[in-house]
């Protein structure tokens, strides 16, 4: 029997399945199990988006669109970002639809990558990156912003591209973060882009939380550094439709021709009707996120205060949903240790900071896109576990 099974591209041996999968569904079978795991809203998509949909299929939206997606829901997506955050897309040729954001990640890093180049990936940050860099026989060089507030400076930026030189073919940049769900202000943002022009580099965007901004507004890093940077955003976050599967890729019209090609054997285009449903929540629900993000807000200042009185040393959100936590000394301060500890003592389940790459050892990443009934019993949880398992 011939064995092809040492035939594979050989990089996959590099990359492992996301550490936050494996660790869901190594604690998902504990009885009783409460998870603050997975980056899900507990919101619904909103009715007249769902409404939108089923009227999409009942008129026969079940055939291929163009590989850059509706012209109208580019047309919606492009009015969507110049009046929330001031960018200037031209819809006809400078936006493209994916199948939500991760194969916007995807088609955006394989158009750009080539064997030897260098990827500057600030961490920690949202695991999705890394392995499509190394499949593309690239090289991630991390840096560690634990130390400042999670925060990349524009000072360690500049010096991380001063010593890899032309090597660096790209930044990736997540705000708000995915992990520790901070963000960067209109001045921290100014000062990264000034370094950037500086030097030949993509700057890759991924600013899926944008409409999850709880202090002051988001600024994308395409209103200062245009021509290098490609956006990326979509529906997941500000209108709970993670299952949908609607990413959008923006970017001036010489990169779009290129990505485009890409894009187009990735997956030719985004399903038509779930497009027909995109083009109602950009257009008739551009702010259905207002509540949604007034409600995280409450449950962020809730989780906050509650894991400061348990000793946790953190960092406060100022978007997304998620806290991003240090172990207090005193208890197991392997991640993954202590949370397989936690989830088989108290059925809670949170993710290991470990599983966020460079600066996130010894940290909890914990999701509130729960109830509030379900972050009280949470926390209740993690009060018992905290008074009962230090060193």
Known sequence: MVDVTQRFNSRLDQIEVSMIRQFDERVSNIPNMLKLTLGE??????????QAGISAIEQNYSHYTGMSG?????????????DKYNLSYNSQSEVLVTVGVTEGISASLISVLEAGDKVIVPSPIFPGYEPIITLSGAEPIYIDTSLNDFVLSPEVLEETLQKYGDQVKAIILNY??????????REEVQAIAEVVKKYPVFVISDEVYSELTYEGEHVSIAEYAREQTIPLNGLSKSHAMTGWRLGLIFAPEELTKQIIKTHQYLVTSAASAVQVAAINAL????DDALP???EYQKRRDFV??????LGFELAKPTGAFYIFAKIPSGYIQDSMAFCVDLAEKESLAVIPGAAFGVGGE???RLSYAASMEDLEEALKRMKHYMENNKN
């Open 304 to 309: 906050y205060e509650k894991l400061q009185n």
């Open 292 to 294: 949604m993000r007034e």
């Open 176 to 185: 708000p973060s995915n992990p520790t769900g901070v963000t960067y202000s």
């Open 70 to 82: 509706l012209l109208d829901l580019r047309k919606a997506a492009s009015k969507f970002v110049h």
């Open 283 to 286: 257009s008739n629900g551009i």
């Open 41 to 50: 809203p507990d919101f619904n998509t909103p009715e007249h988006v769902k």
């Open 362 to 364: 010894g940290y909890i």
